[in-house]
Every structure is written in structure tokens, then in C-alpha cells.
């Protein structure tokens, strides 16, 4: 698969004008995901094969969530092919993206696609989040399909700063397993997300920290 098929294509474009994203982005986001497809013949990068799929539950799926993103410094956690955080950076030049997985063959994936996609901006770590201990916190923490919201809280929250959110991606509603969250983590809101050409269910859940309404520092 040297191009996207005309439908994936004209899927990407259409979703790109929904989610009010620029045209231009069309070419890298295709570049990224043909990258994927071939590395996935391989690797097992991914369950999905159809293209067309690889576009609505992969990349726009991931670029769904953009306005949510807090602030410029992010960590994907579990970040698997670089779902959502290397579509993201394609988004957002000026973002500042580090993902976080434990398989090596996906993290040399993810250092591939940020060579041949000239993304300088994004760094692959080969770790468990619980393990990763950067020099600087986090505006936003963010997971797609990575644990229960509570197991993702409780292992990734020391990654965010003091004014940090932490996002968990979800399918159907999640507010069952929101009950217990570990201390100081709260639920700020849980949104349904739309996401174009997916009539499967998407939410959003947003956390902050107990005492630190958005835009208040300590």
C-alpha cells in the first residue's frame, strides 16, 4: 500500500473538515499511517488491516480529543503504535510529546515514524509508566485503551504537574469504574466524544487533582 485507497482517503479528508483540523494535515497523517500498516505486516503493530478502519478508529479517533489537551508538555501512556500521541504532534507542531510503552518492538515503531516523520518535538520511552520519572511534570497525561481508570490514575498520576490533567480515552460510558480513585485524583468531567464515520460509542474522562479548579495553580 504505496497511497491510501480512495476510500480511506476521502475518509481522512472528510474527518479532517469535521473535526475543523487543516487540509494539509492529510499527507503526514497518510504518511504516518501507511508507516504503520507496513511496519504491522511484521510486527503485530496493530489488529486492524482495512484502511479505511486504520483512519476513523485510529487517527481520528485520536484527534478527537485535541480540544481537551491541556497545555503543551504530554504524555501518552501505553501509547502502543503511537495512538493518541503521535497524531496528536502531527495536530500541534508546537506540542511537546513523550510516549510511554513497555514493548520494544513498538517503541522502535514509534522511533521510526518520528525519524521519517520529522517529528523533533516527540520522544519514544522504552518503560513502565510506574518506572518513568521525568525531569519535568506534565500538562497532560493521557491513555487510549490503557487500564481501568483507576489502575491508570494510580500509576500515571505522579507524571503530571500541579495544574495537570489526566485523560483517560474510553468506549462505552465509563462511570462505573470511577468510584475510589486514588487520592488526590478527582473527576472533573466525563464526555461522550464524537468521532467522525464511528457510530461505536467514545468518552472522554477528564481528572484533576481535589482543590485545583482548571486554570488555578497552588
Do not use: C
Request: no cysteine; proline share 8%; aromatic share 4%.
Amino acid at each position: 500500500m504505496k497511497a491510501l485507497p480512495a476510500g480511506a482517503r476521502a475518509e481522512l479528508v472528510q474527518g479532517l473538515q469535521t473535526l475543523k483540523l487543516p487540509a494539509a494535515l492529510e499527507a503526514p497523517l497518510s504518511a504516518y499511517l501507511l508507516l504503520l500498516s507496513r511496519w504491522s505486516r511484521a510486527y503485530n503493530l496493530t489488529a486492524l488491516t482495512d484502511p479505511q478502519q486504520m483512519v476513523t478508529r485510529h487517527l481520528l479517533d485520536s484527534l478527537a480529543v485535541r480540544p481537551w489537551i491541556h497545555g503543551s508538555r504530554i504524555a501518552d501512556i501505553g501509547s502502543g503504535a503511537g495512538l493518541p500521541g503521535i497524531p496528536l504532534a502531527i495536530a500541534d507542531p508546537d506540542l511537546t510529546v513523550v510516549l510511554v510503552e513497555t514493548s520494544g518492538k513498538k517503541v522502535r515503531f514509534q522511533k521510526q515514524a518520528i525519524l521519517e516523520l520529522g517529528l523533533d518535538r516527540v520522544t519514544a520511552v522504552h518503560t513502565r509508566v510506574e518506572n518513568y520519572r521525568p525531569e519535568k511534570p506534565f500538562d497532560t497525561v493521557i491513555s487510549r485503551a490503557f487500564a481501568a481508570t483507576r489502575d491508570f490514575v494510580a500509576l500515571a498520576g505522579h507524571l503530571a504537574g500541579p495544574d495537570g490533567r489526566l485523560l483517560a480515552m474510553k468506549g462505552r460510558d465509563p462511570k462505573a469504574e470511577l468510584a475510589d480513585l486514588p487520592a488526590p485524583w478527582t473527576v472533573e468531567a466525563v464526555r461522550a466524544i464524537s468521532v467522525p464515520g464511528l457510530s461505536a460509542a467514545r468518552h472522554l474522562v477528564q481528572l484533576r487533582r481535589t482543590g485545583h479548579p482548571q486554570g488555578q495553580k497552588p
